[in-house]
């Protein structure tokens, strides 16, 4: 080999620790950069009829397992859904109170019954009867506080769909740029590894957001599809999603069409978003929160309609009427009931009617046995009323021997679609204890399918990134041997330089 030869073969060496030491300071920098993944070079050795010409650098290359990857995408839907679901459930459970606190349905349905109890002692008293009245305001407050988180979760829900459907498009329109990007410098034998790391940031965004399937093509490319199976185009227009903000009320569904669906343009596809945020405020908005207050919705009507039948008709709606029942669906006449229930405006007016009834009842063999009120000047030690309450509007039974009707847990809804997890109890201690319950259990499904779901996204993650990620260590050790590598490369061109001298001054 020339001396000229090994000069540049040299060079080349010094050239390439450069790029290799760009590397590493690239690296080292995004140590702590989410969704990173390590930089490496690609070094072929140069030949020419078996004559060794230098080092080739190639366009430098990211360390990435595609499938392992692919999986983790996922993963973040699972989770980032579970956090969506959770945080909503939450904030309703603290809406629900704690059993003990006195704040809770049960609770304050037992303060009643108490009052109730209390006045039977002392009917005419009438600091008693007005403690009746307060507690049973008590019981509607708590009752509309609860409906309003229902209410408010489900805003909530349907207005960061409208946040994430805007997020989700640009994240798409960026992989689709990057993407063209990609294609064009692989395609002109160039590194991409800078862009792809780009790239990934935004394809967790969008995992993030939704489920989806990423593919990997050879070309740089990547395809997006739900796993609903609808395709996210990336390239060109991009996935041009929409929806529309909408002020929810209880009687809205996005069956019924009143609340705006999610379209890709110009088609709906709702039902094809799944998990992520976006799925899990679909299911909050359309499904898990409705039923909730449809479930309220049946406590306050039962409620409001055994007091009725008994001859006091203690709680209303802001007109002073009970809901009608037997609609078609079954709550067609009190849908959002318990968002305005209240305490009958006669009542507040005149608290002695908790004593004696407000209402004459004709009796049924079915229902409630017969009931005069105590007439205007009757006796005020009447008990009538406070025993009917206590042992039929409170109880089992509608009068001895007549089971109280079960309160509906199908059909519920505005439209009729939803249903409980529970079969009704006959009293409404019971299912006031029984709906508190199931929904502090699904709630806490949540969190706990939650801390499960996060532990598998930790070991997904710690997997990628013991391929992917960047060690400190192993840069600083890489350094060392690219410090020798360039040391001993100086030294081979200084030495050729050195015998290009002696040659000269030999010729001279």
Request: proline share 4%; charged share 10%; aromatic share 4%.
């Amino acid at each position: 080999m020339s001396i000229d030869g090994a000069l540049s073969i040299a060079t080349g060496g010094l050239a390439a620790v450069s790029r290799e030491l760009a590397l590493v300071s690239q690296n080292v920098a995004n140590a702590n950069t989410p969704d990173y993944s390590r930089e490496v070079s690609t070094l072929t050795s140069l030949t020419a009829d078996g004559r060794g010409l230098g080092v080739h650098v190639g366009p430098a290359t990211r360390l990435v397992d595609t499938v392992l990857q692919a999986a983790a995408l996922q993963q973040n839907a699972v989770v980032t859904g579970l956090q969506t679901r959770q945080a909503a459930l939450q904030a309703i459970d603290a809406a629900q109170g704690t059993p003990g606190d006195g704040t809770d349905l049960p609770n304050l349905l037992g303060k009643l019954q108490t009052a109730f109890s209390t006045l039977l002692n002392q009917p005419a008293d009438q600091t008693q009867q007005r403690a009746v009245v307060a507690a049973a305001g008590t019981l509607a407050l708590g009752i509309n506080g609860l409906s309003q988180a229902y209410a408010t979760q489900r805003q909530a829900a349907q207005d960061g769909l409208v946040t994430s459907i805007a997020t989700l498009n640009a994240a798409i329109s960026t992989i689709g740029r990057l993407s063209d990007q990609i294609i064009a410098l692989k395609g002109g034998g160039q590194s991409s590894a800078d862009l792809e790391n780009q790239r990934d940031a935004a394809l967790r965004t969008v995992s993030e957001l939704v489920d989806v399937k990423v593919l990997f093509q050879q070309n740089g490319d990547v395809v997006l599809s739900s796993s609903g199976g609808l395709s996210l185009p990336v390239h060109g227009a991009g996935a041009a999603l929409a929806t529309t903000g909408a002020n929810l009320q209880p009687g809205a569904t996005y069956a019924g069409g009143g609340i705006p669906g999610i379209t890709l343009n110009g088609v709906d596809v709702t039902r094809e978003l799944t998990g992520g945020r976006i799925g899990a405020a679909l299911v909050l908005r359309d499904q898990t929160l409705p039923t909730w207050q449809a479930e309220l919705d049946e406590f306050a009507e039962t409620l409001a309609t055994r007091f009725d039948a008994q001859g006091l008709t203690l709680f209303t709606d802001p007109a002073g009427a009970v809901p009608a029942g037997g609609g078609t669906p079954v709550q067609a006449g009190y849908v959002g009931f318990a968002g305005t229930i209240q305490v009958n405006p006669a009542v507040q007016a005149d608290p002695t009617l908790v004593r004696d009834g407000t209402t004459a009842i004709a009796g049924s063999a079915t229902g409630a046995s017969a009931f005069t009120p105590n007439p205007a000047g009757g006796p005020a030690g009447f008990t009538d009323m406070i025993t009917r309450v206590l042992t039929y509007a409170l109880g089992r039974e509608a009068q001895s021997g007549v089971p109280q009707p079960a309160a509906a847990t199908t059909g519920l809804g505005p439209d009729g679609t939803l249903n409980a997890p529970y079969v009704a109890p006959l009293s409404l201690g019971d299912m006031a204890t029984t709906l508190v319950a199931a929904q502090a259990q699904e709630s806490s499904l949540a969190t706990g399918q939650l801390a499960t779901e996060q532990a598998v996204q930790s070991g997904l993650t710690a997997r990628l990134s013991a391929m992917s990620g960047v060690s400190i260590d192993a840069e600083m050790a890489h350094m060392i041997t690219l410090q020798n590598a360039y040391a001993a490369n100086a030294r081979v061109m200084s030495t050729a330089q050195a015998l290009f001298q002696q040659l000269l001054g030999m010729v001279q």
